[in-house]
């Protein structure tokens, strides 16, 4: 293996095939290659000591047909990818999936097949994933399978394990065989003449060897059937019945007894196998939107990447983990609103990643975590109001993208990651004043998510993008005084999201996007005067938000939804002279914009509650209360207007032309009609739902579709 991967291998395989793959992986890392053949010529290349480290993937995904960035990485970085075949296997979306996205980076030849028993004991003719012999690309043929056959009536356990392990290091089975009976061969010569020569110190020595030894094996089984239980076992069956709170328990257990691990067992191998379990238990907990709890597992996994990172600093693999779990640290600070942690963290993220690349500028996965480092930061700026800044740092990633894509014409992640940056760019520009250029941006990003759809149409992610970048081009397009287009936009995003949600009703960001694209659709609708229309929309969207905002009661982008939710049918409500049941709707609203409102603040956040009170003061006006009404309409430009006297941002310019009109500051509003008129805005009461959601988070290290 001249140019070794970070992985020797990647598994594939159902979770009712666990069990075999948690035995090979097992028996792939903890076999050492004969010394004799270590570095010689193997079909891949020199010949590794060993096989180690191996993926195998313990997540349950949101979608079987969704491939998360984690996974996609992993295959990426794995030198081989071994399917363990079964019906199960076969009738797998997820692992089919896998078996593509390897093929289509070109290593259909580096596929190695281990059929494996039926759980009812019938071994009749052998299940292949049909992803095996599917035409990927035309100029390639796909592969005829050729699998080990660890089945009773087939190799049986030792042939199979070895013709595995064979194929994975590039050899023909009978050298290995050979090597193999050598090697036990001298070793059982020299434990015999050990014995002879030591059996009198061995006699004194017993009872203390004894004891070592069992403590250790004692350890490693405690180690092992802890983190099998909680990661191979209990997490999967937890997560499709929803029911993820019962790991807490597990999760504190591992806790503890890695806590409680003494300094001599902090070997290498454990900190890593502990570094990883401490993730997923933070990715977990972060899932469930337990904050700190999921901090606690980051940090404890960060405490021990950076060791073994001090211990070989020239190591990429462990760089790259330490990378990551900054990532992570830095993630839970921006979801709990306190940017500056997530600044902190997030940019040490983006150096740990220049890092990585000065220690191989060739790797082409660690120039992307370079670019997802500038990403995040850009974000946050965006969500600071550092606009300008954001929209120069999102340009010079766009840049690195449309330089990468030509040469990667078939990545349908790195050009989802592309179309990413063009829709955070738009968002930016329109934030900006620069509506053309937004609607230019949000262009670029649908084309992406299209070309995706068209490439890959059975992974349901790509069209779950696609609805998010018709609503954004929707958006800017309302601004632009284009509503037919952007009606017309929405309602196609509607119809795909319903069938996405229908596909997996589980799915809980799938269903957000249903309600988010019924919003945009009725704040549309009201624009275009079709009240009736709208008043559908909000029916159908109201509970839907109403869900994700309970399952995620701390996440900003659940609060922006439920908030604008509300602020739409506050408005419904007094179009159609109902003021009660505006009360009524802005009170529903009330508690979670409070809880927004003690987090650090931005523009959409200003937006909202100066909408809130507009609303407020719209009520006062149909109850003849002219004094609460100004009252509130002048909070309502406070909060709007810089503070420090500048110029307002132009995202905030439809709401302040009507309230310097309702206050009859007809200078203030000429002039704030002159800007959104040089920006070629079609100025309009602005809907609730066409304000911009809360900043959204940083990218992940692999921003997953």
Same mark, same amino acid.
């Given at each position: ?156 356990? %030792? *042939?199979?394990? &070895?013709?595995?392990?064979?194929? #994975? !290091? /590039?050899?023909?089975? +009978? =050298? $290995? @065989? ?37 403590? %250790? *094996?004692?350890? &490693?089984?405690?180690?092992?059937? #802890? !983190? /099998?239980?909680?990661? +191979? =076992? $209990? @997490? ?470």
């Amino acid at each position: 293996m001249s140019s070794r991967r970070r992985y020797a291998a990647f598994i594939s395989y159902s979770h009712a095939d666990a069990r075999w793959a948690s035995w090979l992986q097992k028996q792939l890392e903890s076999f050492r290659v004969p010394r004799r053949l270590v570095g010689t010529a193997g079909e891949n290349g020199p010949v590794p000591s060993r096989l180690a480290p191996v993926f195998r993937d313990r997540e349950e995904l949101a979608s079987a047909n969704d491939l998360g960035g984690r996974i996609r990485q992993a295959l990426e970085a794995s030198d081989a990818l071994v399917v363990v075949c079964s019906a199960a296997a076969a009738r797998s979306p997820w692992v089919n999936e896998e078996i593509r996205s390897y093929r289509r980076l070109g290593r259909s030849g580096r596929i190695h097949c281990l059929l494996v028993p039926d759980p009812s004991g019938d071994d009749g003719a052998p299940h292949f994933p049909p992803a095996l012999v599917e035409v990927i690309d035309a100029a390639e043929m796909p592969p005829e399978p050729i699998a080990a056959d660890l089945r009773a009536s087939g190799d049986g356990p %030792a *042939l199979a394990r &070895q013709k595995i392990i064979a194929g #994975l !290091l /590039g050899l023909g089975l +009978d =050298d $290995l @065989r050979q090597r193999e009976a050598q090697r036990r061969q001298r070793r059982l010569v020299w434990i015999t003449a050990a014995s002879i020569a030591g059996m009198a110190v061995a006699a004194v020595l017993a009872g203390q060897a004894h004891v070592a030894r069992n403590d %250790a *094996l004692r350890r &490693q089984a405690q180690a092992e059937d #802890l !983190l /099998g239980f909680m990661i +191979d =076992d $209990l @997490r999967p069956k937890l997560e499709r019945l929803g029911q993820l709170s019962l790991l807490d328990a597990v999760g504190d257990k591992a806790l503890d007894y890695f806590d409680s691990l003494p300094s001599r067992d902090q070997t290498d191998t454990a900190l890593s196998q502990q570094v990883r379990a401490l993730t997923q238990i933070g990715q977990v907990r972060l899932d469930q939107g337990k904050h700190e709890p999921a901090l606690a597992a980051f940090m404890a996994a960060h405490a021990r990447a950076l060791e073994l990172s001090r211990r070989a600093p020239d190591d990429g693999a462990r760089l790259f983990d330490l990378a990551q779990a900054e990532y992570w640290i830095g993630l839970v600070g921006w979801r709990q609103g306190d940017l500056d942690v997530a600044e902190r963290w997030l940019r040490a993220y983006r150096d740990r990643s220049q890092a990585l690349v000065a220690l191989d500028p060739s790797r082409f996965d660690w120039q992307r975590e370079v670019a997802y480092g500038y990403h995040n930061l850009a974000v946050l700026d965006d969500g600071r109001g550092r606009h300008a800044e954001a929209a120069e740092a999102f340009e010079r990633e766009l840049a690195l993208y449309r330089d990468w894509l030509p040469d990667h014409p078939r990545d349908s992640m790195l050009r989802f990651e592309a179309a990413n940056v063009a829709s955070w760019l738009g968002s930016v520009k329109q934030r900006l004043g620069h509506l053309a250029e937004a609607e230019s941006y949000f262009l670029e990003a649908d084309r992406g998510h299209a070309a995706n759809q068209a490439l890959e149409p059975d992974v349901m992610a790509w069209t779950d993008n696609r609805i998010d970048s018709s609503v954004l081009l929707a958006r800017v397009r309302v601004r632009l005084g284009k509503l037919a287009d952007a009606r017309a936009g929405l309602r196609t995003a509607v119809d795909q999201a319903a069938a996405l949600s229908l596909h997996d009703p589980d799915n809980a960001a799938w269903r957000r996007s249903h309600g988010n694209a019924l919003l945009s659709l009725a704040a549309v609708d009201l624009a275009c005067g079709d009240d009736e229309a709208a008043a559908s929309a909000l029916a159908q969207a109201r509970p839907i938000l109403s869900q994700a905002l309970a399952e995620a009661p701390e996440e900003n982008l659940a609060i922006a939804y439920f908030v604008r939710a509300g602020l739409l049918d506050a408005e419904w409500a007094l179009r159609a002279g109902q003021p009660a049941m505006a009360t009524e709707a802005l009170a529903r609203i009330a508690a979670p914009l409070a809880k927004a409102s003690r987090r650090a603040g931005s523009d959409t956040l200003l937006e909202l509650l100066a909408r809130r009170d507009q609303l407020e003061a719209a009520v006062f006006d149909l109850r003849g209360d002219d004094g609460a009404a100004r009252t509130l309409r002048l909070a309502a430009l406070a909060r709007l207007l810089d503070p420090r006297g500048g110029e307002a941002p132009f995202a905030h310019l439809e709401q302040l032309l009507s309230l310097q009109r309702a206050l009859g500051d007809d200078e203030a509003a000429d002039a704030s009609l002159k800007r959104l008129h040089q920006a070629g805005a079609v100025p309009e009461p602005l809907p609730a739902a066409c304000v911009n959601d809360f900043a959204g988070e940083p990218a992940s290290q692999r921003t997953a579709p």
